[in-house]
């Protein structure tokens, strides 16, 4: 009977043996299958054909350099055309107003800055705006005084002035957001497989869009600092940095207010994320003391100015939107004149409560996704734990892998659909909130570059739905030239489907292309009717509003199939 029990013990842990072997094989196995990375979706692309001589790890650094060099020339030859209110007094545009609020905030105490003269260009941007007029206006004034002196620099146009606004802009993207654009894309090339070669083609294409070039370097504005600290907000969460990606997030809302559009699903998303009550204190009190931080100038006076910060930045009594935009009240409003069957205060209560019941319920549906299950106890057998223990990390590393890119995948879709949300259906919506979600939207190339046709259709017609305000600035060329050679670059065989791939996506993506050709050749060949100056822009508007709801819906089922 010994003999038998040590025969029969020899075979149990040879079958033991071979079950492990077989386990750890596979693991290695199912590992090596899930490392490789993708093959190149621009080969035979012009992007690639100019770039690929800087493949070779010891070349990428230069090909790097000129992506930063060929960003901030394309910036510089759009800085050359038009600008918002160029020659068009009293009021001029947002050329007039940045470099307002930088003559206000350098020869004003605090206490005045949210007062002073609101009926010209008062302040209606949160405090780290007034701070950045401030440094930009301390700088600018140090170098020529007559460009920010108090009243008498009002609507100053001069040469110099203009060369030195347009320097602030870019240097204000390549310290804010050019950065974290590259380590982003570094970060998440990494996680999702892509080649260096890829990484650096994705960097340059976002960098390259033209509705941020056009919008603040062309039109004028300082949208890429807002973006920018979205974006390392962005950095910290794939990380897991809550903390810091909290205070990144602050200072984009800090910036501009516009930054609510991802604040829902930020709150989610880190809700999700929180593990113990030691997370929920250190988060909360990194939001507190940031928006601290960023109001301690105001603390001496803060019974008269917070309440008047908040009323400028919060613009309730404007309206539901401002000029045309291509979202759901301004594009129905051809129907239903809404502001004739509701007050303005009704209307804010209904734009709130549309954008909360679309959003809610996928930010919960994200939220339970993302929520890590409990592990149960005890439910392991001695086998199991034997061969989880020989498997190693390759196993555990390859299951954990999969869930982190989940769990980004789930992040980048959340923040973009929350975003296209908020542009649809909120209120006071400007024609150039796009870009809030358009930046996510990009980013979604960095971890599916296969839908880059229906990405960078979304944003073509991001840059479409702009057209109207850059013919007004001046911008019509800058505008078909960056849009015609950004896609030229990506290669048209990937930015337009063919005929021989026939879907619904793909015939609805023509359709766009070809009505927005359309709407162009009507544009430049007629003038709009005495009787309906703002149809050309109402039909702009109802051919970008009604891609950017099919781009909604794809979000939706996206996140569903997460």
């Given at each position: 009977m010994?003999?038998?029990?040590?025969?029969?013990d020899k075979?149990?842990?040879?079958?033991?043996?071979?079950f492990?072997?077989?386990?750890?094989?596979?693991?290695?196995?199912?590992?090596?299958?899930?490392?490789?990375?993708?093959?190149?979706?621009?080969?035979?692309?012009?992007?690639?054909?100019?770039l690929?001589?800087?493949?070779?790890?010891?070349?990428?650094?230069?090909?790097?350099?000129i992506?930063?060099?060929?960003?901030?020339?394309?910036?510089?030859?759009?800085?050359?055309?038009?600008?918002?209110?160029?020659?068009?007094?009293?009021?001029?545009?947002?050329?007039?107003?940045?470099?307002?609020?930088?003559?206000?905030?350098?020869?004003?105490?605090?206490?005045?800055?949210?007062?002073?003269?609101?009926?010209?260009?008062?302040l209606?941007?949160?405090?780290?705006?007034?701070?950045?007029?401030?440094?930009?206006?301390?700088?600018?004034?140090?170098?020529?005084?007559?460009?920010?002196?108090?009243?008498?620099?009002?609507?100053?146009?001069?040469?110099?002035?203009?060369?030195?606004?347009?320097?602030?802009?870019?240097?204000?993207?390549?310290?804010?957001?050019?950065?974290?654009?590259?380590?982003?894309?570094?970060?998440?090339?990494?996680?999702?497989?892509?080649?260096?070669?890829?990484?650096?083609?994705?960097?340059l294409?976002?960098?390259?869009?033209?509705h941020?070039?056009?919008?603040?370097?062309?039109?004028?504005?300082?949208?890429?600092?807002?973006?920018?600290?979205?974006?390392?907000?962005?950095?910290?969460l794939?990380?897991?940095?809550?903390?810091?990606?909290?205070?990144?997030?602050?200072?984009c809302?800090?910036f501009?207010?516009?930054?609510?559009?991802?604040?829902?699903?930020?709150?989610?998303?880190?809700?999700?994320?929180?593990?113990?009550?030691?997370?929920?204190?250190?988060v909360?009190?990194?939001?507190?003391?940031?928006?601290?931080?960023?109001?301690?100038?105001?603390?001496?006076?803060?019974?008269?100015?917070?309440?008047?910060?908040?009323?400028?930045?919060?613009?309730?009594?404007?309206?539901?939107?401002?000029?045309?935009?291509?979202?759901?009240?301004?594009?129905?409003?051809?129907?239903?004149?809404?502001?004739?069957?509701?007050?303005?205060?009704?209307l804010?209560?209904?734009?709130?409560?549309?954008?909360?019941?679309?959003?809610?319920?996928?930010?919960?549906?994200?939220?339970?996704?993302?929520?890590?299950?409990?592990s149960?106890a005890?439910?392991?057998?001695?086998?199991?734990?034997?061969?989880?223990?020989?498997?190693?990390?390759?196993?555990?590393?390859?299951?954990s892998?999969?869930?982190?890119?989940?769990?980004?995948s789930?992040?980048?879709?959340?923040?973009?659909?929350?975003?296209?949300s908020?542009?649809?259906?909120?209120?006071?919506?400007?024609?150039?909130?796009?870009l809030?979600?358009?930046?996510?939207?990009?980013?979604?190339?960095?971890i599916?570059?296969?839908?880059?046709?229906?990405?960078?259709?979304?944003?073509?017609?991001?840059?479409?739905?702009?057209?109207?305000?850059l013919?007004?600035?001046?911008?019509?060329?800058?505008?078909?030239?960056?849009?015609?050679?950004?896609?030229?670059?990506?290669?048209?065989?990937?930015?337009?489907?063919t005929?021989?791939?026939l879907?619904?996506?793909?015939?609805?993506?023509?359709?766009?292309?070809?009505a927005?050709?359309?709407?162009?050749?009507?544009?430049?060949?007629?003038?709009?009717?005495?009787?309906?100056?703002?149809?050309?822009?109402?039909?702009?508007?109802?051919?970008?509003?009604?891609?950017?709801?099919?781009?909604?819906?794809?979000?939706?089922?996206?996140?569903?199939?997460?």
């Open positions: 010994g003999k038998a029990k040590k025969k029969s075979q149990e842990k040879s079958t033991q043996s071979g492990v072997q077989k386990a750890t094989a596979g693991a290695a196995t199912s590992s090596a299958a899930a490392s490789p990375q993708l093959k190149s979706i621009f080969i035979n692309s012009p992007v690639y054909d100019l690929h001589y800087f493949e070779k790890a010891p070349d990428q650094w230069a090909a790097r350099y992506l930063i060099l060929s960003s901030i020339i394309l910036r510089t030859v759009v800085g050359l055309g038009g600008h918002s209110g160029y020659r068009k007094p009293p009021m001029h545009g947002d050329f007039e107003a940045q470099r307002h609020w930088m003559e206000l905030t350098i020869n004003l105490p605090t206490s005045e800055w949210y007062f002073f003269d609101l009926q010209y260009w008062g209606d941007y949160p405090p780290l705006t007034a701070y950045h007029s401030w440094v930009l206006g301390k700088i600018g004034s140090f170098l020529n005084p007559i460009w920010f002196a108090l009243n008498s620099s009002r609507g100053l146009e001069t040469n110099d002035l203009k060369f030195y606004m347009r320097i602030t802009s870019i240097v204000s993207e390549l310290v804010c957001y050019i950065p974290g654009i590259l380590i982003l894309a570094n970060i998440l090339g990494k996680k999702f497989n892509l080649t260096r070669m890829d990484q650096i083609i994705f960097a294409i976002i960098l390259i869009q033209p941020l070039v056009l919008i603040d370097h062309g039109h004028f504005q300082y949208n890429s600092v807002m973006l920018g600290c979205f974006v390392y907000a962005i950095i910290e794939v990380q897991n940095h809550l903390v810091m990606a909290s205070v990144w997030f602050v200072s809302i800090n501009k207010q516009m930054g609510l559009y991802y604040s829902v699903f930020i709150f989610f998303y880190i809700l999700s994320q929180l593990r113990n009550i030691r997370d929920l204190i250190s909360g009190l990194s939001v507190i003391v940031t928006q601290f931080i960023y109001l301690l100038p105001f603390v001496s006076h803060w019974k008269t100015t917070l309440p008047q910060i908040v009323y400028r930045i919060f613009p309730f009594n404007r309206g539901l939107f401002e000029d045309k935009v291509a979202n759901f009240w301004c594009t129905t409003n051809v129907l239903v004149k809404y502001r004739d069957l509701v007050s303005s205060s009704q804010s209560r209904l734009a709130l409560g549309a954008t909360l019941i679309f959003i809610i319920p996928i930010n919960i549906y994200i939220f339970y996704k993302l929520k890590k299950p409990t149960t005890g439910s392991e057998t001695a086998t199991d734990r034997k061969v989880v223990s020989v498997k190693g990390d390759s196993y555990s590393n390859s299951k892998n999969d869930s982190d890119k989940k769990r980004v789930a992040m980048l879709y959340g923040f973009a659909f929350n975003a296209l908020f542009y649809l259906f909120s209120y006071q919506v400007h024609e150039k909130s796009i809030l979600p358009l930046c996510p939207m990009l980013l979604l190339l960095l599916n570059p296969r839908d880059i046709t229906f990405i960078q259709w979304v944003n073509n017609v991001g840059t479409f739905s702009l057209y109207p305000l013919k007004k600035d001046d911008l019509v060329l800058q505008y078909f030239v960056t849009s015609i050679l950004l896609n030229w670059l990506i290669g048209f065989r990937l930015v337009i489907p005929l021989r791939e879907s619904a996506s793909n015939l609805m993506i023509l359709a766009t292309y070809v927005m050709i359309f709407y162009h050749v009507v544009d430049f060949a007629f003038d709009p009717p005495v009787k309906y100056p703002d149809l050309w822009v109402v039909l702009n508007i109802a051919i970008s509003f009604a891609a950017f709801g099919c781009a909604w819906l794809w979000l939706i089922l996206k996140i569903i199939r997460l």
